[in-house]
T-cell receptor
């Protein structure tokens, strides 16, 4: 079993809809949580970073962490075709060990 | 600040050859991590260098090696290339001296082994 599980998709939504992405992890040592966006043939780009349970909002993006359930989510409001990309969740522990999910491909159709 | 840079961006090699990839981290960052990304396996951690020392290592064979220079630039070498080494190789940098800080990725080097 991988330490970070993520549905590979693809997840297809119409423009303007809310995109909902989820990730589960198994290691309680993970204390820091990130979401990256990766466009085709590019490197991952940091979108959101949080270290506590609860919600963190940044523009159209909301990251949600539930440490008790080991569950993290990313919501994208008012989705645009430019949001079409692969979204990677990532966790790290206090010693700098990172684990990445396999990524969920999102397609936003006009 | 300039971002993480990687060279070359694309490489084509044949089986049995060796290859060296280069990564320049964000200015002031002392940690460089290397990842292999393939469609089937996702992002897999190769190793991390901090202040010229390998600090963490993933589960890759010894054909994969790396080093870091005093200016924090890092190189990764793959010897005796196999077809399965075809992948996007990403490096990520961070300051490396604070718990919980995140990593910033370069654009990657796409390696094709024929």
């Amino acid at each position: 079993q991988k330490e970070v599980e993520q549905d590979p998709g693809p997840l297809s939504v119409p423009e303007g809809a809310i995109v909902s992405l989820n990730c589960t992890y198994s290691n309680s040592a993970f204390q820091y949580f990130m979401w990256y966006r990766q466009y085709s043939r590019k490197g991952p780009e940091l979108l959101m970073y949080t270290y506590s349970s609860g919600n963190k909002e940044d523009g159209r993006f909301t990251a949600q962490v539930d440490k008790s359930s080991k569950y993290i989510s990313l919501f994208i409001r008012d989705s645009q075709p430019s949001d079409s990309a692969t979204y990677l969740c990532a966790n790290s522990d206090s010693w700098g060990k990172f684990q990445f999910g396999a990524g969920t491909q999102v397609v936003v159709t006009p | 600040k300039a971002g993480v840079t990687q060279t070359p961006r694309y490489l084509i090699k044949t089986r049995g050859q060796q290859v060296t990839l280069s990564c320049s981290p964000i200015s002031g960052h002392r940690s460089v991590s290397w990842y292999q990304q393939t469609p089937g396996q996702g992002l897999q951690f190769l190793f991390e260098y901090f202040s010229e020392t390998q600090r963490n290592k993933g589960n890759f064979p010894g054909r994969f090696s790396g080093r870091q220079f005093s200016n924090s630039r890092s190189e990764m070498n793959v010897s005796t290339l196999e077809l399965g080494d075809s992948a996007l190789y990403l490096c990520a940098s961070s300051s490396g001296d604070r718990a919980g800080e995140t990593q910033y990725f370069g654009p990657g080097t796409r390696l094709l082994v024929l």
